[in-house]
Every structure is written in C-alpha cells, then in structure tokens.
C-alpha cells in the first residue's frame, strides 16, 4: 500500500511518499524515508518492492555523483531520467528490478521537471505524477485541484488534500507521510505528516 | 489482460496522391488507469520517413533508441538517407533478432521513396512484414480501425481530403476502444512538407 506522488509548481517540484515499511500485515517501521536526494537538485521518490528500491535509488545515486565528479558537470534531470530508464529497461528481461519512480529535479536551463518511471521502464515527462494505490486518490485530487504555475503553499495544500483522502479512503492506509521539495536552491526535505511517533 | 495491450494504443497510416498520412492516439495508460494524454507514438526517422511503434511503451521507447542509432550510423556511413523499404526490413531484421524474446510492439512504417512514391508497412512483434498499398492499422483500437479504413478510403486523395479521411477513422475507432484515445496526432507528409497537427477528440 505504498503512496508516491508529485507534482510540478512554478519553479519548483513537489513530491510526495508514505513513510511505512511494511512485512505482510506487520510495520516494521513508519518512518523509511523513500524519496533518496540524488544530487544538489533532484529527487527520486520510489516505491516498490523493499530490497529492490534501496539498491537500485542508491545505485542511481552513486552513478549520478560518479558523473559528476568524472565529468565536472552534473546530468540534468532528463539525462538522469533517461539513464534510469536504462538501467531499468536492460535488467528488465534478465532479473527486474520492481520499483517505480518519480523523479524531481531542477535545472537553471529550464526550470522544474517531473518524471514518471514505471516498473517495466515506461518514461514520460509529467505535470503530475502518482504510483500504488494511493495513485487512485492522489491523481483524481490533483486532476480537479491541480493548475499550472501553483505556488508552494498552493501545491502543500493539495498535497494535504491528497493525503487526507488516502487517509480516510483507502483500507491499510500508511500512517506517515514526507514531503520534499526542490527548487532553484537545492533539494530538500520540506515536512512530514504524522499520525504515529516512531 | 495481454501485454500488448498493458499501455493501449491505435496507430495508422494512409497512402494518398504523391503523399501519405501516419496518425497516433496520445493515451499513455497503466491498464485501466490514464497516466498521460500527451505521449508521442510517431517518431521521425528522418524528413521523409515516419515510424509510429504500438504496443508496450517501455519496447516501443527501446525500440525507437535503437532505431534512431542505427539509422544514424547509416547516414554517417553511407552519406545519405536510407529508404523507407531499407528501413523496413531493418526493423523485421531488428525484431527477429529477439525471436524467442520478442519487443512487444507493432511497428507502422511511413514514407516517401524513390521519386517520392509514398510507401506504408507494417508488421508484427516478430518481424513480419506486411507491405499494402492503401492503409495500415495497429494497435489496441486495430479492429475498428480495419473497418473505418476499409469503408472511408478512397485511392489517390489529394493531402487535404486525406487528413480528412485519416483523422475520422482515427477518432471514430478510438472512440469503441476503451484504452486508446484521449486525441490523436497526425503527421501530413507531402514531398515539400509536413504538417504536424493534433485532433481534439472525446477526452475519455
């Protein structure tokens, strides 16, 4: 029952996930962090399989810092996007890794950009985005509340409003939600919403 | 549910006078769920060659990096553009090569050859040509757009009527298939220009 989503504001990008890592029907604990900073000025929200997402979010990390420090520049978020989706596609009929991904980032070039990387590695540029069950609330609030050139009290409020409703709407609904943020000053993690203390 | 039709899609391609005509719908779904309505199915290979690529998006985004590859490396070899019924048996030669592992895709093959004679194809995931002188369709939406094809088209259509022709048989056909649609893109290629143009049709 993991949630990710996110979302495109005016000159930044927002995404969303649940915090809660869970065995069957026991939670082990609720606050894994599954949105990984890969850069000063991205973000990678992954949900999916537990071992799989941790290696493959850190993998991705250590290659886009291995870029950067070989080549002194860093990717911008397409090229990163891209590279994701190549990893994924070559491992995808030999042993696939099942996580979906949500890619944030910010380039001063052009401004903020959200990705939408599936499991089979489908990549497609995005205003919104959302995986898991929770896609079925998130994406309908954000498709009525949703406009382009929000800003970031407008996006954390609709980001509120998608969380109540998975909240209240869906059955095992996660207890906690984190929210990051990047934008032109960087990556950065913005606030969580708790119903438990871990 | 089968894995061609896990992201839904409705291609195809028309022969007119000294032209010819490549149409997309711009659904990208996730089974029953709409992700976009913005996806771009029709890649241009180069001024007068269009491939449109049906079926998985994950293979059909695969497929068309190694294509563009390919025929980049042609150009840079051989000095020139390659010729559609070249790059057709590229693609029937590409997919073979994954015989017992196939891409999951249904290309389409658009363009002008030799004397900008206009020239369709399309083939199955595994490379089987199918060459015609009227229409090609593929996709989820194929069934319908057999027979809005088969009854709205007319040999030898000036480019105009031939947009015409093409974007109706798209829309009505999509229209019956729950998971293509949400507008179509066509591409209008004339030996002097191409117009690219997107339809508004039933958002739904």
Same mark, same amino acid.
């Given at each position: 029952m993991e949630c990710v989503f996110g979302m495109v504001g005016k000159g930044f990008a927002l995404v969303v996930a649940d915090t809660s890592a869970v065995n069957s029907i026991l939670v082990?604990?609720? /606050?894994?962090?599954?949105?990984?900073?890969?850069?000063s000025h991205k973000l990678m929200g992954a949900s999916g399989e537990a071992g799989d997402r941790a290696q493959f979010t850190e993998y991705v990390q250590k290659n886009v810092s291995l870029y950067q420090f070989r080549n002194n520049i860093p990717l911008t978020t397409k090229a990163a996007a891209n590279f994701m989706r190549g990893e994924l596609a070559t491992a995808?009929?030999? /042993?696939?890794?099942m996580v979906n991904i949500v890619l944030a980032g910010y380039d001063k070039e052009t401004g903020p950009s959200l990705y939408f990387i599936d499991y089979i590695a489908t990549l497609h540029k995005v205003d919104k985005a959302a995986f898991g069950y929770g896609s079925y609330f998130s994406l309908a609030m954000m498709d009525r509340h949703y406009h382009p050139d929000m800003t970031v009290d407008e996006a954390i409020k609709l980001a509120e409003q998608c969380i109540e409703e998975i909240r209240s709407r869906l059955v095992v609904a996660p207890q906690n939600f984190v929210i990051k943020i990047v934008d032109k000053d960087g990556a950065r993690e913005h606030s969580w919403r708790r119903t438990t203390k871990d | 549910m089968s894995i061609f039709e896990y992201n839904g899609s409705a291609l195809v391609a028309m022969v007119g006078k000294n032209c010819f005509a490549i149409a997309s719908d711009r659904r990208l779904g996730v089974q029953l769920q709409t992700i976009a309505t913005d996806f771009q199915r029709i890649f241009k290979i180069h001024d007068k060659l269009f491939l449109g690529l049906s079926g998985l998006g994950s293979d059909a985004q695969t497929l068309h990096q190694r294509l563009v590859f390919r025929h980049k490396l042609y150009q840079l070899r051989e000095e020139r553009d390659m010729k559609p019924e070249t790059f057709a048996s590229l693609v029937s030669a590409i997919l073979y090569e994954k015989r017992f592992g196939p891409y999951f895709c249904q290309p389409v093959i658009a363009g002008l050859g030799d004397d900008d004679k206009p020239f369709i194809c399309t083939m199955d995931s595994i490379g089987a040509k199918e060459l015609a002188k009227d229409f090609v369709v593929a996709g989820t939406a194929s069934e319908s757009l057999y027979g809005a094809c088969e009854s709205m088209f007319k040999p030898d259509m000036e480019h105009e009527e031939l947009f015409e022709t093409i974007s109706q048989a798209l829309l009505s056909s999509v229209d019956r298939d729950c998971l293509s649609g949400w507008g179509g893109h066509v591409y209008l290629v004339t030996p002097t220009e191409v117009t690219e143009r997107i339809l508004k049709g039933r958002m739904d």
């Open positions: 082990h604990k609720s /606050n894994e962090d599954k949105i990984m900073v890969l850069d995808l009929r030999k /042993n696939p890794y | -």
